[in-house]
């Protein structure tokens, strides 16, 4: 009996050895997939150059929660808005030069972007060296010689895009050889302000995003008391739809802020209200207001209107040249303002 006893015994040891070694697998298996599945979060750039009021977009993939995001030193990265599923995307600003880390956070688990700004490069300015005088030892003496006739470029007749899809094709291509382009206007006559207040910069901007395969055409204007910036985002994969997104701000308080989707033939050069605008306006304190809405949709689509001629001028102003093929676009071959 007392040997039976005992054989039991060393069974229950051996079944609770089991146990033990059987539940410590499957934790091991838990917080392994619980790494592995934080570990596939990943940023799109983890470092950026960029120059002075440059804009980018940035984004999380694979967030399977709300992402946060932040600037370690917003006077010289600004985060303009954000955007997407679950806010992964993230659009910012290059404000002055200098270092800052962009800083994206998904739950407990942290990715991070650092960005460097620098001042645009000055063309540098080269010295000419006099050219010796000859003494007459050094005098050449004259040969005549038979004049090479100039060869005249071959005249390669100028075409324009017959379609969206190639225009856009010759604008990403324009865009990936010289890089985004832009042009930076200032006056001091802005939506009907005097002539005594002071001067407003536009900077307006033309980027490609190949991560995401999106055009940015963006408009930033700042003055002393306030600063707009309006980004219109266009799918590669469908020119016609575009998201427009305009975010108002007094010092670093965004105070009213508007998305909506359109045709990109609702933007054109006209100063009337062609796209409506659904303002969330909020102050600092949380209080609603009204009455501002047609003031500000004023103010946005003049803006709009203003960064509808530059973006034009932008465009025209590169002609794309292949062997036997030359392109000019305009920016209503890419649909805008063309029903």
Wanted: hydrophobic residues 35%.
């Amino acid at each position: 009996m007392e040997k039976l006893m005992l054989k039991i015994r060393k069974n229950i040891s051996k079944l609770h050895i089991l146990l033990l070694v059987f539940g410590s697998v499957i934790c091991l298996n838990c917080n392994s997939g619980d790494v592995m599945a934080a570990s596939k979060i990943k940023i799109s750039k983890k470092y950026l150059t960029l120059n002075v009021n440059d804009i980018r977009t940035l984004a999380v993939k694979n967030a399977n929660k709300k992402v946060k995001w932040k600037s370690s030193k917003r006077k010289i990265v600004k985060i303009t808005k954000t955007s997407g599923k679950r806010k992964n995307k993230c659009t910012v600003k290059a404000m002055t030069a200098g270092n800052a880390t962009i800083i994206a956070s998904v739950g407990k688990k942290k990715v991070t972007c650092k960005i460097t700004v620098k001042n645009t490069v000055e063309t540098p300015v080269t010295t000419k060296v006099p050219a010796p005088v000859p003494t007459e030892a050094s005098v050449p003496v004259p040969t005549e010689t038979t004049p090479v006739p100039s060869v005249a470029p071959t005249n390669v007749p100028l075409k324009i895009p017959s379609n969206e899809t190639e225009a856009f094709n010759l604008l990403k291509k324009m865009i990936q050889e010289k890089g985004t382009t832009d042009t930076d206007t200032a006056t001091k006559k802005f939506l009907g302000m005097s002539k005594k207040e002071s001067k407003i910069t536009y900077i307006s901007q033309i980027s490609y995003d190949s991560a995401d395969k999106t055009f940015c055409f963006a408009i930033y204007s700042a003055g002393e008391n306030i600063e707009q910036i309006i980004t219109v985002n266009v799918k590669e994969s469908n020119y016609k739809d575009a998201v427009i997104h305009t975010v108002i701000q007094a010092g670093n308080i965004a105070y009213a802020e508007s998305e909506s989707k359109c045709k990109l033939s609702d933007i054109s050069n006209t100063t009337s209200n062609n796209i409506k605008w659904d303002f969330n306006i909020v102050d600092p304190l949380g209080i609603i207001f009204s009455g501002e809405e047609a003031l500000l949709a004023n103010k946005s689509n003049s803006l709009l209107s203003l960064a509808y001629r530059n973006w034009n001028n932008l465009v025209t102003a590169n002609e794309i040249n292949t062997p036997s093929e030359r392109y000019i676009l305009t920016i209503s071959d890419l649909g805008f303002g063309r029903k």
